[in-house]
């Protein structure tokens, strides 16, 4: 089956500090990438959405200059969360689709702890 | 407003009964479905998606989609304490590589 290898699974950083999370995906091409954020017993929130070789699209309320995505090659995005202050803490999870309707898989997340 | 809608629970069921969780979609012209399972502090894991009304079986788990009445459910036969999770319902409504649209999840406790 289709599989996401998400990197770390855990950091810790400094506040102000740039904390970069990949998302592979290993026997499939991800042609669109998506990022999510979860709160603790929260629902998924979607970050963004980027297609291989486009710029990301955004959510309403999620700020693009602090989260950068990169989605340069068929197997590989990453998510940068810029300045990390001490509310960016959360889970972080990638979705990777190559046949949208037909098929979505989740990494395996990144816990990231700023203090 | 395009809705996904989940009893978030939860849902206790004793060891080995069949526990049935239901969600409702607004949008008549979605096309696939999907159920993930969600352990706590663990990313969703796909248990089934369908793309036709009726039933679709995988083991211990049936998904059920009803298009008139814009319904789907997963029932989980011979329950087991291991299946204790939140079940998120997920639509793709908009077609193509467009984002799933989540429910909110039902928080499901087999009980032994």
């Known amino acids: 089956g289709a599989v996401v290898s998400q990197h770390p699974s855990r950091v810790i950083c400094k506040s102000g500090t740039s904390v970069k999370i990949e998302c592979r995906s290993l026997?499939?091409?991800?042609?669109?990438m998506f990022w999510y954020r979860q709160f603790p017993k929260k629902s998924l929130m979607l970050m963004a959405t980027?297609?291989?070789?486009?710029?990301?699209?955004?959510e309403q309320g999620v700020e693009k200059d602090k989260f950068l995505i990169n989605h340069a090659s068929l197997t590989l995005s990453t998510l940068t969360v810029t300045s990390a202050h001490p509310e960016d803490s959360s889970f972080y999870i990638c979705?990777?689709?190559?046949?949208?309707?037909?098929?979505?898989?989740f990494g395996s997340g990144t816990r990231l702890t700023v203090v | 407003q395009k809705e996904v809608e989940q009893n978030s629970g939860p849902l206790s069921v004793p060891e080995g009964a069949i526990a049935s969780l239901n969600c409702t979609y607004s949008?008549?012209?979605?096309?696939?479905f999907f159920w993930y399972r969600q352990y706590s502090g663990k990313s969703p894991e796909l248990i089934m998606s369908?793309?036709?009304?009726g039933d679709k079986e995988d083991g211990r788990f049936t998904a059920q989609l009803n298009k008139a009445s814009q319904y789907v459910s997963l029932l989980i036969r011979d329950s087991q304490p291991s299946d204790s999770a939140t079940y998120l319902c997920?639509?793709?409504?908009?077609?193509?590589?467009?984002?799933?649209?989540f429910g909110k999840g039902t928080r499901l406790s087999v009980i032994a």
């Open positions: 980027s297609n291989e070789g486009s710029k990301a699209t955004y």
């Open positions: 979705s990777a689709t190559d046949r949208g309707a037909y098929g979505y898989t």
């Open positions: 369908i793309y036709s009304n």
């Open positions: 026997d499939f091409q991800a042609t669109t």
């Open positions: 949008d008549r012209g979605s096309q696939s």
């Open positions: 997920a639509v793709n409504i908009q077609g193509g590589n467009t984002p799933l649209v």
